[in-house]
Nanobody, 114 residues
Framework: QVELVESGGGLVQSGESLKLSCAAS????????MAWYRQAPGKKRALVAQ?????VTHYADSMQDRFTISRDGNTIYLQMNNLKPEDTAVYYC??????????WGQGTQVTVSS
């Protein structure tokens, strides 16, 4: 059984920062990929950034300017700086392990007021 627990969301003003955390527990394969996705109201869930155990990262277009993904073992973080109202969304942690095992966290709300 695998569990992903996110934390760190909240309400902030435009220009402020937040750091999200996601801790994965259970039977975690050493070969895996962890990621942050977000889903804004009325929009599809979309990739923000992903990170492999060795620290190799990939960001969706335009995300790397203000967002930084990092990892410590099976815990990942998302540092979000200079937040904007359009960053308002539910942020989800995701874990992918072979063969095609997908796990999602419960989501954490980030709301940015103007």
């Amino acid at each position: 059984q695998v569990e992903l627990v996110e934390s760190g969301g909240g309400l902030v003003q435009s220009g402020e920062s937040l750091k999200l955390s996601c801790a994965a527990s259970g039977s975690i394969d050493t070969i895996n990929l962890m990621a942050w996705y977000r889903q804004a109201p009325g929009k599809k869930r979309a990739l923000v950034a992903q990170i492999a155990p060795a620290g190799v990262t990939h960001y969706a277009d335009s995300m790397q300017d203000r967002f930084t993904i990092s990892r410590d073992g099976n815990t990942i973080y998302l540092q979000m700086n200079n937040l904007k109202p359009e960053d308002t969304a539910v942020y989800y942690c995701h874990l992918l392990m072979p063969p095609s095992q997908n796990y999602w966290g419960q989501g954490t709300q980030v709301t940015v007021s103007s």
